[in-house]
T-cell receptor
Framework: DTGVSQDPRHKITKRGQNVTFRCDPISEHNRLYWYRQTLGQGPEFLTYFQNEAQLEKSRLLSDRFSAERPKGSFSTLEIQRTEQGDSAMYLC??????????FGDGTRLSIL | GNSVTQMEGPVTLSEEAFLTINCTYTATGYPSLFWYVQYPGEGLQLLLKATKADDKGSNKGFEATYRKETTSFHLEKGSVQVSDSAVYFCALSEGAAGNKLTFGGGTRVLVKP
């Protein structure tokens, strides 16, 4: 049990469609991070929240990407007008202070 | 900006062999260093960590020492098992940067019986 639930586990969609992923912390953590991992690479930081406030967004996060954490618990990541290059594993991680982050199993996005 | 460089794989070993995976980093401040492991079909798991210079992290027979003078955090295990076959990621975080993680590209390790 990683303490982080991500849904769905796998999403297949056509290019140009919108997709939304959800991350549900099983326990309370004030920080929630999103990362993207492409095949054969290490995860890359996308954005993070401290409670409900989005404090930083990577330049990897284009205008087509938006993330929310409305009540400081679960978070959603939406990609509009998906492109082939969006195919990746999207990882959610939880952290508190400077403690190590715990990762969910991720949502694998495949763009047809 | 921060960066992490680790040796490319795959690394193929026989059971009971010695494993070393090199990792070097560039950081603007005083980062914490981590090794994460991804077993086949599973998510990322923390393997070990070190938060300051000369700290040694250890877990499951793996060790890594935070070397500030060489900006390195090499992972070692004296006798690997087939169950150690996985992808290993070196990473750093800085408190001033919200503790977001910067990862290396990963090293795939395959241990053969």
């Amino acid at each position: 049990d990683t303490g982080v639930s991500q849904d769905p586990r796998h999403k297949i969609t056509k290019r140009g469609q919108n997709v939304t992923f959800r991350c549900d912390p099983i326990s309370e953590h004030n920080r929630l991070y999103w990362y993207r991992q492409t095949l054969g690479q290490g995860p890359e930081f996308l954005t993070y929240f401290q409670n409900e406030a989005q404090l930083e967004k990577s330049r990897l996060l284009s205008d087509r990407f938006s993330a929310e954490r409305p009540k400081g618990s679960f978070s959603t990541l939406e990609i509009q007008r998906t492109e082939q290059g969006d195919s990746a594993m999207y990882l959610c991680a939880l952290g508190t202070g400077n403690q190590p982050q715990h990762f969910g199993d991720g949502t694998r996005l495949s763009i047809l | 900006g921060n960066s992490v460089t680790q040796m490319e794989g795959p690394v193929t070993l026989s059971e009971e062999a010695f494993l070393t995976i090199n990792c070097t980093y560039t950081a603007t401040g005083y980062p914490s260093l981590f090794w994460y492991v991804q077993y086949p079909g599973e998510g990322l798991q923390l393997l070990l960590k070190a938060t300051k210079a000369d700290d040694k992290g250890s877990n499951k027979g793996f060790e890594a020492t935070y070397r500030k003078e060489t900006t390195s955090f090499h992972l070692e295990k004296g006798s690997v098992q087939v169950s150690d076959s996985a992808v290993y990621f070196c990473a750093l975080s800085e408190g001033a940067a919200g503790n977001k993680l910067t990862f290396g590209g990963g090293t795939r390790v395959l241990v053969k019986p």
